[in-house]
C-alpha cells in the first residue's frame, strides 16, 4: 500500500468517524426533543429504531423508564430504574436521579407495595438532609405520607376461574348522553357501577360507601375530577364481585355530597382502570349489551401500540387524515369532544363551518356551561378503522386553569363506542381496536 492509499483510508476513517458521531448527535437530539415534549407515542415508535445510536445513557435511559412507564411495564420499569441509580448516578445528574427514584416507588406503590414505598421515600429524604432541604422536594413528602397511611393494607388483586368472563352491561341516559353500567356484587348485594376508563380508581359516594362498609385509611384525600379538584376521603373495600371475577382490596376514592352536581346527575359508584388493569383486556360489545373479560389476550395488531396509560389515566394515538392527534378515552364521557388545542391548530375552518352553542357538564368538582362550536363530522383513524364522529362539539375558549388540556386534542365518550360493534381494550400490550 503506498502513501496515497493510506492517506485515502484514513481520509475514509474520519468520514466514517465523523458520520457516526453526526448521527449519535441527530439521535440524541431527536429522542431528548420527544422526552423534553412529553410525546410518548412518537417516542415508542421512534428510539426503537435509533437506541443503538443513542450516545447519552440519560437520554437512553429516560427513554426505556418512559416507554415502560407509559406502556404499562412496571416491573421492568422499575428494575431498570434500580439499575440506572446504583450504576449511572454520574451520568444521570442528581435532579434526574430524584425524578427517577419518586418515579420508582409511585410505580411500586401503584402495585400495592405500599410500605416499601413509603420506606424508602423516607429513607430518600433522610439521606438528602446533609446536602439539601426536604422542603425541597414536596411531592416526595406528598407520595411518601399517602403510602405510608396504606403500609398494612394488601394489595389489590383478582381471583378468577380460567375460563372467559361475560357479563351483561346496560347504556342508560346520563344528563345530555349516556354511560355504560355493569352489575358488581358486594356483599351479596348488587350495585350498578359505571363502567368508567376515565377513573384510575374505584369511586363511590359516601352514602355507597357507608352502605359498603367501606374502611376509611385516609380522611383526607385529594380527588381530582373533570371540573376541578376537591378533598375527599380514601378508603379500602375487601371485595367485590364481577362476574365470576373476585377484585380485592380496591382502593375507594369517596366523594363528599356536591348539591350542585348531584342534581344534575348523581353518581354514586364507579369501577375504573385499576380494575381493568389487572384483568388486562376487556371486550366490549356496545350493540349485544355485554362486556367479556377474556382469558387468552388478543395479539397485538399491525399497527402497534396506540394507547398509553398514566395515573389510570388513558390517551389514544389517532388521526385525522394524516394529522396525527391524542384522545383522552373516557367511556365517563356521555359525548366525543374536541378541545380547545385542536380548535387553535384548524381555526379557520372551524369558524367557518361550526355552528355556535352552549352545552352544560357536570361531573367531579362542579357544573360547568362551555361555548361550542358545532360540526357536521371530523374523519379520524383508530389503528386500521376509519369512522366518523358527526355532530361534534368543539371548545373554542381556552380552559381555565383549573383544567388541563395539554396536548390533547379531545376526548372519545360513549358515542364513540357505540359506532362500534366490538371494542377492544388490551392493557398486556396497550392498544385499542374497533371492530
Known sequence: MNNKQIFLVFMWMLLVQSFQIANAQVADQQIGDLINQSDWFRLEEEYPKVADRVQ???????????IGTYFNKPEATVALIDSLTEYH???????????????????TGEM???????????DFLKQIEAFAKKEDFPAHQK???YYNVL??????????????????????????????????QVHGKTYKFIFDTGAGSTFLSQRFADEMGVRIVNDSLHIVGAFASETGKGGVLDSMTIGDITFRNALVS??????AVDTVYQVDAVLGTDFMRLVGQIDIYPQEKKILFPVKKASLPDTGKNMWLYDGALRLKVFSGNERLR????????????????????KEWIDKDGVKDVIS?????????????????IPMRLGDKTFEIKDIQVEYSAPGTELSQSGDDGSFGMDFIQLFDRVILNFDDMYLEVQ
Open 56 to 66: 447519552s445513557v440519560a437520554i437512553k435511559a429516560l427513554s426505556e423508564v418512559m
Open 89 to 107: 448516578q454520574a451520568d444521570l445528574g442528581f435532579a434526574n436521579v430524584c425524578n427517577l427514584i419518586a418515579l420508582r416507588l409511585k410505580l
Open 112 to 122: 400495592g407495595r405500599y410500605a416499601e414505598s413509603a420506606d424508602l421515600l423516607y
Open 143 to 145: 407520595l411518601a405520607d
Open 151 to 184: 403500609r398494612d393494607v394488601a394489595a389489590p388483586s383478582i381471583s378468577r376461574p380460567d375460563k372467559d368472563t361475560e357479563i351483561p352491561m346496560t347504556i342508560e341516559e346520563a344528563g345530555r348522553g349516556v354511560l355504560m353500567f355493569v352489575p358488581v
Open 254 to 259: 369517596i366523594a363528599n355530597p356536591n348539591p
Open 327 to 346: 384522545f383522552i378515552f373516557d367511556t365517563g364521557n356521555v359525548r366525543a369532544d374536541m378541545f380547545y388545542p385542536y380548535y387553535a391548530k384548524h
Open 361 to 377: 357538564g357536570g361531573g367531579f368538582g362542579g357544573v360547568r356551561k362551555v361555548e361550542v362550536l358545532r360540526l357536521k363530522s
